[in-house]
């Protein structure tokens, strides 16, 4: 069983950087497709970025594309965050499914098999 443990968030000033951790046990991440989702108070949980382990292949919603970067090292999965905005404001998770596609999890075509608890992160002045 697979178990995810989310770290980092934080109050951050707009503009900041902020870099959050999903340590993953009990299971190799090898073949896992990996994810983080984001929700805001009062709306949905969505698909932030994803990243496979069969083959490399990554997915960023649009309002993160070239402000955040997902990442692993080992049973380590990261997301660098970069120009936070207030609308970045959210409790963040981690997420993982055996042998899917990057759309596939962070479209929510397919339930994640594994999440972590999440972690608040603020962007506020």
């Known amino acids: 069983h697979l178990q995810l443990q989310e770290s980092g968030g934080a109050l951050v000033q707009p503009g900041g950087s902020l870099r959050l951790s999903c340590a993953a046990s009990?299971?190799?991440?090898?073949?896992?497709?990996l994810g983080w989702f984001r929700q805001a108070p009062g709306k949905e949980r969505v698909g932030v970025t994803c990243?496979?382990?069969?083959?490399?292949t990554t997915y960023y919603a649009n309002s993160v594309k070239g402000r955040f970067t997902i990442s692993r090292d080992n049973n380590t999965v990261y997301l660098q965050m970069n120009a936070l905005v207030p609308e970045d404001t959210a409790v963040y998770y981690c997420a993982a499914i055996w042998l899917a596609t990057v759309q596939a999890l962070c479209l929510k075509i397919v339930p994640a098999g594994s999440w972590g608890q999440g972690t608040q992160v603020i962007v506020s002045s």
């Open positions: 990243m496979s382990n069969n083959d490399g």
């Open positions: 009990g299971l190799p991440l090898d073949h896992y497709t």
